[in-house]
């Protein structure tokens, strides 16, 4: 790769040891970033040869640790490798590098007349390799569905060395298992992509964007159900609770009414017929469920305004703590409101304070925990909120994430969540296709690795990064 590419800096490596979850930090060995499927295939069987772990990344805006390096570890870069090689207009598919920004992909195929459905919140800054490798869903879930929905083919590196391609531009294809929907989602421990094709849309033709406030959560949560049941589905159905109203409110200044308990945030798209048809239904539904007060945007400027509200919930909430936790459960989508209020109480037993908003149409919120890593006690009871509220959430039949991933933070309560059959077959699956344990070792659940690292660096060295004041 030319040693321009291998960088081991203690400066580059301090700069890949994170990534957004608050969690500590674990320097690599180096970061090193190859430009060919060929290098990352060289890499990776010398990983093999000399037992050291790789990890890849995108942009590291990851939100349960899949990029933190391990020790001893390689951190594979990808995001310097962002070329949109080819957009069919007629198969309706782009090939995409992986380290391709997500924004980017949207701007480009929009400007063509399509969209690429899948915006994380975090769209402006992560790519596409990452959203691949976690599945990521977004804003437009409940209509269009999540990253999986729009993967048509995969190049990967195996943990083994070898390049696979999988899918392709065939809209049918049934021959044999489909190992690319094995690969979506493996968050980078079963291989590493290296060019993503990907379905587009046409765009709709229009869209109409509304904020609706509510004095109780309650009466948000049946609006969502009302909005379902009159088989309406909006591209976006997503849920502020007061405490993020006011932070956002705080921030943006955007003139929300602090005082309510609950705001939605709905666009529905399509032919202007139909959207004239269902904004007007949707605006009674949310009246017959007693909201105080409704906000239609009647250009395209005021519907980016109104979406600053929900665009903006996390930087909002994350000004007033050192460190937030943004959590990621789900359950089916009629007990949100339930769900809602046991985080309530849960966060009040533990004196911690909590941001809720989320993807309320799919029934995926993201509690987001306001704490300060410096005070133990108080870090521990916001972790002790984490732990509480993924137990509630396997209780209500739903899940410990709907979208961020399992990595490092949520592998405790994997087995409690799906069941030791399928924990076994993870495991056997992840051995069978990495029996050395290269790749991103240690993340979605426990598998002793075998690769102890090619040069272990003193342990005082990994020390004095770690008594560096790191906030
Ligand atoms: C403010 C904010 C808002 C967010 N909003 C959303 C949201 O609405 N919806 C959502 O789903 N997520 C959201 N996220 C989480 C995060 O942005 C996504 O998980 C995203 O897909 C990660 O992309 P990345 O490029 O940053 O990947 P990274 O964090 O670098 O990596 C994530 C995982 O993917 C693996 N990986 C990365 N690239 C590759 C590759 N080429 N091949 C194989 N494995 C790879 C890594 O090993 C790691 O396990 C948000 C995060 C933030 C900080």
């Not at 040891?17 to 295939?41: F, G, I, K, N």
């Not at 390096?69 to 490798?81: A, K, R």
């Not at 949109?84 to 195929?109: C, Q, S, Y």
Request: negative net charge; glycine residues 8%.
């Amino acid at each position: 790769m030319g040693s321009q590419n291998v960088l081991d800096s203690t400066e580059s490596r301090i700069a890949y040891s994170y990534d957004a979850t608050a969690m500590s930090p674990q320097m690599p060995l180096a970061a090193v970033r190859p430009s060919t499927p060929e290098e990352v295939a060289k890499i990776v069987q010398l990983a093999n040869e000399q037992n050291f772990p790789i990890v890849p990344r995108g942009s590291g805006t990851g939100l349960s640790g899949g990029a933190i390096p391990l020790e001893n570890s390689i951190v594979l870069l990808t995001n310097h490798w962002n070329r949109i090689l080819e957009v069919d207009e007629e198969n309706l598919t782009v090939m995409v590098e992986p380290g391709v920004i997500t924004a980017k992909l949207h701007e480009t195929v929009e400007k063509l007349g399509f969209i690429y459905p899948p915006d994380p919140g975090s769209a402006s800054i992560c790519t596409l390799g990452g959203n691949v490798a976690e599945n990521s869903g977004g804003l437009r879930g409940l209509k269009y569905g999540v990253t999986r929905n729009y993967v048509m083919g995969l190049e990967v590196v195996l943990p083994t060395g070898e390049i696979l391609t999988t899918g392709g531009k065939s809209v049918k294809d049934v021959a044999g298992y489909n190992l690319k929907e094995i690969l979506i989602g493996s968050e980078g421990t079963l291989g590493i992509f290296t060019r993503i094709l990907l379905k587009i849309i046409p765009r709709p033709e229009t869209h109409k964007t509304m904020l609706a406030f509510f004095s109780s959560i309650e009466d948000a949560a049946k609006t969502v159900s009302a909005i379902i049941a009159a088989k309406i589905t909006p591209a976006m159905l997503e849920f502020l609770d007061n405490t993020t109203i006011r932070c956002v409110e705080e921030y943006a200044h955007l003139g929300l009414p602090v005082e309510t308990e609950a705001l939605l945030l709905i666009e529905v798209d399509g032919r202007k017929a139909v959207v004239d048809e269902d904004a007007a239904h949707v605006e009674e539904i949310c009246r017959r469920h007693n909201a105080s007060q409704i906000k239609v945007a009647a250009t395209e400027e005021e519907s980016v305004r109104l979406k600053v509200a929900r665009r903006s919930a996390f930087t909002s909430l994350a000004r007033v703590k050192p460190t937030t936790i943004m959590e990621d459960v789900a359950v089916p989508r009629a007990d949100l409101a339930r769900l809602v209020s046991r985080i309530r109480e849960i966060g009040k037993k533990n004196d911690v304070m909590i941001g809720n908003f989320g993807h309320a149409g799919d029934g995926n919120l993201h509690p987001n925990y306001l704490t300060d890593e410096r005070n133990a006690a108080e870090f521990a009871r916001a972790e002790k909120t984490v732990f509480e509220v993924e137990e509630a959430a396997i209780e209500m039949g739903g899940t410990i994430t709907g979208e961020h991933g399992v990595g490092l933070y949520k592998k405790r309560l994997l087995e409690k969540m799906v069941g030791s059959p399928s924990m076994k077959m993870m495991r056997t699956l992840k051995t069978m296709m990495d029996p050395q344990n290269i790749l991103n070792p240690g993340k979605v659940f426990d598998l002793k690795p075998k690769c102890e690292g090619i040069l272990p660096r003193k342990r005082e060295e990994i020390k004095k990064f770690e008594d560096v004041a790191w906030i």
